[in-house]
């Protein structure tokens, strides 16, 4: 009884888990500025490093999001603020502030590091 329990609990955590990563992937690779922002935090909040590349993709987006909840964030913003969470590692300038324009140093740092994380694999 114990076993089958086991079974369907893992059954059922790796279908929300391919769920959730689907979700995040198609919310980072849409083209409208609020799911963007949405996917670069929730892939921010899973630490995973399999989402850093959707995030480096078009990572100079400078488009603001439209609704109240992504109201004065912008796409460049958020996906600096999740490679941020997932690498542990702080780019060279300051983002957060309410409308940074995208920074091409901090872009070009995250792509070297993480190119560099990938020598080592």
């Known amino acids: 009884m114990k076993k089958t329990n086991f079974i369907l609990l893992s ?4 279908l929300v888990s391919c769920n959730r990563d689907k ?8 083209n409208i500025p609020n799911e963007i922002i949405e996917g670069a935090y929730k892939a921010g909040e899973t630490a995973d490093e399999q989402y850093v590349p959707l995030l480096l993709k078009n ?4 488009r603001e999001g439209t609704s109240l909840q992504f109201a004065l ?3 460049y913003s958020e996906k600096m603020f999740a490679l941020e969470r997932i690498l542990h590692v ?7 502030k309410i ?12 792509s070297a590091l993480w190119q560099k994380m990938n020598r080592r694999k």
Not at 23 to 30: P, T, V
Not at 99 to 110: G, M, Q, R
């Open 23 to 30: 979700e995040i992937r198609r919310l980072l690779n849409s």
């Open 59 to 62: 990572a100079a987006d400078g």
């Open 11 to 14: 059954s059922f955590l790796m």
């Open 73 to 75: 964030l912008t796409v």
């Open 90 to 96: 702080s780019p060279p300038h300051p983002f957060w």
């Open 99 to 110: 409308k940074t324009p995208p920074d091409s140093v901090n872009i070009k740092f995250y």
